[in-house]
């Protein structure tokens, strides 16, 4: 098994939760109980309990900081800080296609349609 993915920096949240691996962020969504996007919630929770691959750590990871994000729960970084590398790398023009990806098919998990 991969060693477990950790946030770097970690993720500060909104009511000073600070997240810093997967384990942290399945405890914090199963606590968390003012959900917009409840079923988003619940998508992302199975996905970071399933977790098993790099690949699909950094899936779940990256489909944590999406949910955290439409909730508006982020802190943002303090000046000079990097942001949180959970991201995959951009292309040369700026595009992150995987996140695109990943983003519409938390979206489609939750709506429970299929991107087939």
Request: charged share 30%; aromatic share 6%.
């Amino acid at each position: 098994m991969p060693p477990e993915f950790a946030f770097d920096p970690p993720l500060t949240l909104k009511g000073n939760a600070v997240v810093r691996t997967l384990d942290d962020a399945a405890d914090y969504l199963r606590a968390y109980q003012h959900a917009r996007k409840p079923l988003m919630q619940e998508n992302v929770l199975r996905r970071l309990e399933r977790a098993d691959s790099l690949e699909e750590q950094r899936d779940a990871a990256n489909a944590f900081r999406g949910w955290v994000e439409a909730e508006g729960l982020l802190q943002m970084c303090s000046r000079g800080a990097s942001r949180p590398r959970a991201m995959p790398a951009r292309d040369a023009l700026g595009n992150n296609r995987e996140l695109l990806r990943l983003t519409e098919a938390v979206f489609a998990a939750a709506q429970g349609t299929s991107l087939a």
